[in-house]
């Protein structure tokens, strides 16, 4: 069974994408499960059943998305063995620009607004640059030479990327998106790995101290100055 993680930012069109990526998948008869992982709700999971295809939502409330997806994979894939899926398809929400969700032996699937600037691959994180296809949405929005300028600014930060322009309204693109993940050469294991850290903050922030001075803080913490330091047992 194939593992299919697709992250990016918020609004960049990652469920639209995938709809009309999966309806492509399910003309070639490919047999598929969904898990849309979110934080706080969604309707997403009634999108990806229109399509007839078993779906299986979770929220991650207080936990990082990407934290919770990795904490909970294992149930992910038995839910899509007992599908008898070929392709585990995994959407996790749109957070911090510091999401590093993918695995070793998965295909991971970055879907990034050309909207949001073209400064905005420079500033984005693991979830960009150790990605295998990077699915660029809204690229008809703006012109033709913001497009070639977002385009290298990707290159730049993931240089062995294959680039797909996609429209999530229209579906174009999503067949050529459909046929790399038909195409990808990987397999899940049970001996899988992240192919980069998570995001490593430990603070008494993330456990609920409301209070600002930093006397009241401990763990491992990033100053004004970029230096690191850790605080506390």
Do not use: W
């Not at 593992?3 to 003309?27: F, Q, Y």
């Not at 030479?145 to 996609?166: G, K, M, Q, S, Y």
């Amino acid at each position: 069974m194939k593992l299919i993680i697709v992250a990016g930012t918020p609004g960049a069109g990652k469920t639209s994408v995938l709809i009309h990526a999966i309806r492509s998948l399910n003309e070639l008869q490919k047999k598929l499960s969904v898990v849309k992982v979110d934080c706080l709700g969604t309707d997403d999971d009634v999108r990806f059943s229109k399509l007839d295809i078993p779906v299986l939502v979770g929220l991650s409330k207080d936990m990082c998305p990407d934290h919770f997806f990795i904490y909970n994979i294992d149930e992910m894939i038995e839910f899509a063995q007992l599908n008898q899926s070929e392709l585990l398809i995994m959407e996790t929400a749109g957070l911090c620009h510091r999401c590093a969700p993918y695995t070793a032996n998965s295909l991971g699937i970055c879907v990034i607004d050309a909207t949001s600037g073209p400064n905005s691959p420079v500033k984005t994180g693991p979830f960009l640059s150790s990605a295998d296809i990077v699915a660029i949405t809204k690229g008809d929005i703006i012109s033709q030479a913001e497009r070639e300028i977002f385009r290298e600014r990707v290159l730049e930060i993931n240089p062995t990327c294959i680039i797909i322009d996609v429209n999530g309204l229209s579906g174009q693109g999503c067949k050529d998106l459909a046929n790399q993940i038909i195409n990808s050469e990987i397999k899940q294991s049970a001996e899988d790995v992240l192919r980069h850290n998570a995001p490593f903050s430990v603070c008494t922030l993330c456990v609920g101290e409301k209070r600002i001075d930093k006397q009241h803080h401990r763990g491992l913490l990033r100053k004004i100055d970029g230096f690191e330091t850790y605080t506390g047992e």
